[in-house]
T-cell receptor, first 117, second 111 residues
Framework: DGGITQSPKYLFRKEGQNVTLSCEQNLNHDAMYWYRQDPGQGLRLIYYSQIVNDFQKGDIAEGYSVSREKKESFPLTVTSAQKNPTAFYLC????????????????FGPGTRLTVL | AQSVSQHNHHVILSEAASLELGCNYSYGGTVNLFWYVQYPGQHLQLLLKYFSGDPLVKGIKGFEAEFIKSKFSFNLRKPSVQWSDTAEYFCAVWDDYKLSFGAGTTVTVRA
């Protein structure tokens, strides 16, 4: 089955700890994205990556870090510097977008709900 | 950068009622527009998309959307909703190398 998997589904963290959220896709997509979803705020982009070994900050990158060592994997680390990390985190992937041809539907994973205790 | 406005935060309606959700984006030119839906406990999934051509776009589950360039709008409609349409709906516009999403509209359909 082709798709995007995220793990874990639920994650609890103590204040001051870093945690890493996993995202794996087998759709052979070049581009991958991390969003944060908060009630009433929609989806806000944290980081995105167009190709392996390259990634860019999104709108709310502070307190987060990513890596893209493999095409199919794009883990997100929520660091202790993130002031309000409790949220629902969504990973997505798409074919590579070009500036002149943004015709890229994004496919989403099931999400990870992070709670800071 | 594009911004997306969804006019309704929460819509409550009865089964068989008609639904229209508003969506406006901030600036023109060539736009690629999407509506996504998130049913309770499920993945975010694509309802429909507009790239070019006929401004009236049909999607899954009886939904349609109309692109009106002069109004920078892409409103979602369904003539007769069902209880199973209870979900959160997001409008999105392609913005450079990424999607910009609206804040979402929660739709509750009462049986």
């Amino acid at each position: 089955d082709g798709g995007i998997t995220q793990s874990p589904k639920y994650l609890f963290r103590k204040e001051g700890q870093n945690v890493t959220l996993s995202c794996e896709q087998n759709l052979n997509h070049d581009a991958m994205y991390w969003y944060r979803q908060d009630p009433g705020q929609g989806l806000r982009l944290i980081y995105y990556s167009q190709i392996v070994n390259d990634f860019q900050k999104g709108d709310i990158a502070e307190g987060y870090s990513v890596s893209r060592e493999k095409k199919e994997s794009f883990p997100l680390t929520v660091t202790s510097a993130q002031k309000n990390p409790t949220a629902f985190y969504l990973c997505a992937s798409s074919l590579r977008a070009l500036r002149t041809s943004g015709r890229r539907e994004q496919f989403f994973g099931p999400g990870t709900r992070l709670t800071v205790l | 950068a594009q911004s997306v406005s969804q006019h309704n935060h929460h819509v409550i309606l009865s089964e068989a009622a008609s639904l229209e959700l508003g969506c406006n984006y901030s600036y023109g030119g060539t736009v690629n527009l999407f509506w996504y839906v998130q049913y309770p406990g499920q993945h975010l999934q694509l309802l429909l998309k507009y790239f070019s051509g006929d401004p009236l776009v049909k999607g899954i589950k009886g939904f349609e959307a109309e692109f009106i360039k002069s109004k920078f709008s892409f409103n979602l409609r369904k003539p007769s909703v069902q209880w199973s349409d209870t979900a959160e709906y997001f409008c999105a516009v392609w913005d450079d190398y990424k999607l910009s999403f609206g804040a979402g509209t929660t739709v509750t359909v009462r049986a």
